[in-house]
């Protein structure tokens, strides 16, 4: 018996000596982590469906997950200008045209900004010592985020991310893992700025190419070797008061009779109408909260969403196109044409309950229903009735 307990002491001596080492050669690598900088890819701009070099943004201060059609963008927090990402949300830049590479349509000129977007704060914590917080603002100068570069990274809006296969000196004779804090960009401006900013990753092309959802779509003319853009607002977000249990999208005029609810419509949470929709935003009395609307080519999933559906939408008269509720009513200002919509009718929460409309051009086939499963009976999958019933 001592004889059997000296031998799987030697086993389990040799097997840590064995894993250690495995275990800081997988880690150098990042095998343990989810996400990936992308030094291996040109990071590019998509820009009406062609690619643009977006120099002097890098690759290697850009990072991903590493599965996914549509990732998010995470950007190196230290020693890099966010203020680029930016300008390439607020479609502040031009393109030049480029010919030396098929792989690229042109480059993005950034321009000079009239104000920058993030402003270092130095904040003095005794006599000697201080700290540099560092604040983001939105357009209208409001705060949207202050990064304290002491604190911990909470892994959602801050992430410590691992440059695989590379090391750096620790000043001590030393070296380690190149692990650096990096900013999930797609999270922020989503949230705060209503835009979505994701990465597509082509192996093939070596491209990590930055796609713009909804925010602007940008018609693109060659004209003395520069591609000129013109912007059209694709997102909208309106502070809505909502009561009675109703939110309406619609393109005609009111109608009574279209606002009736069956026990059918009060069991499945909306009426569908042939350019008029009441949804049921699920909490009792009048409240306010952000209905945040776009138009896309592709719908994007909001993970803070509690309730998912599909529906079609006829735009039946763009110059009556209104979002409302018994108390409050706004224009919706997207370039919505006459024809048919799929339209994603999400309920989300995070701090509070907001409300998300997404348009997508996606032809007459669009069968309404519910696209997961929720708390109130959706079945994902499950057809929605039509009409009053």
């Avoid at 792989?103 to 914590?125: C, M, N, P, W």
């Avoid at 090391?167 to 030393?174: D, E, K």
């Amino acid at each position: 018996m001592k004889g059997r307990r000296v031998l799987w002491g030697v086993i389990i001596l040799v097997a840590a000596t064995l894993l250690i080492p495995g275990y800081f050669i997988a880690r150098t690598y990042g095998l343990f982590q989810n996400e990936v900088v992308l030094t291996k890819y040109q990071l590019a701009v998509d820009v009406d469906g062609e690619q643009v070099d977006a120099w002097p943004l890098l690759a290697g201060f850009a990072a991903t997950d590493k599965q996914g059609e549509l990732r998010p963008l995470y950007y190196r927090l230290e020693g890099s200008d966010l203020n680029m990402l930016y300008q390439l949300a607020y479609g502040q830049f031009e393109v030049e045209a480029l010919e030396d590479n098929p792989f690229l349509a042109g480059r993005v000129q950034y321009g000079h900004l009239e104000s920058d977007y993030i402003e270092t704060r130095k904040e003095y914590v005794n006599a000697k010592e201080y700290r540099q917080d560092m604040i983001f603002y939105n357009d209208r100068k409001e705060p949207i985020f202050t990064y304290d570069p002491d604190a911990k990274a909470d892994g959602d809006m801050v992430k410590e991310i691992i440059t695989a296969g590379m090391t750096r000196s620790n000043g001590r004779g030393g070296s380690g893992v190149v692990e650096d804090k990096y900013l999930n960009v797609t999270r922020l401006f989503e949230e705060k700025l209503g835009i979505s900013m994701r990465v597509q990753v082509d192996k093939d092309r070596r491209l990590a190419t930055i796609h713009m959802e909804g925010l602007n779509r940008m018609q693109i003319s060659k004209k003395r070797g520069a591609i000129h853009m013109q912007h059209t607002k694709m997102t909208q977000e309106v502070d809505l008061t909502i009561s009675h249990h109703q939110i309406q999208v619609r393109s005609r005029d009111f109608d009574e009779d279209l606002c009736q609810w069956g026990e059918t419509n009060i069991k499945q949470g909306v009426v569908i109408h042939p350019g008029y929709l009441t949804f049921d935003p699920i909490p009792d009395d009048a409240f306010g909260a952000w209905v945040k609307l776009a138009l896309k080519e592709a719908f994007i999933e909001d993970p803070n969403a509690q309730r998912r559906m599909v529906v079609p939408f006829d735009v039946l008269d763009p110059g009556k196109l209104e979002l409302l509720s018994v108390m409050s009513d706004a224009v919706i200002e997207l370039p919505l044409q006459k024809g048919r919509y799929a339209l994603y009718f999400e309920i989300c929460e995070d701090e509070e309950v907001y409300y998300r409309f997404t348009f997508v051009h996606e032809g007459e086939g669009i069968h309404a229903r519910y696209l997961m499963d929720d708390e109130w009976g959706g079945k994902a999958g499950e057809a929605l009735s039509l009409g009053y019933c």
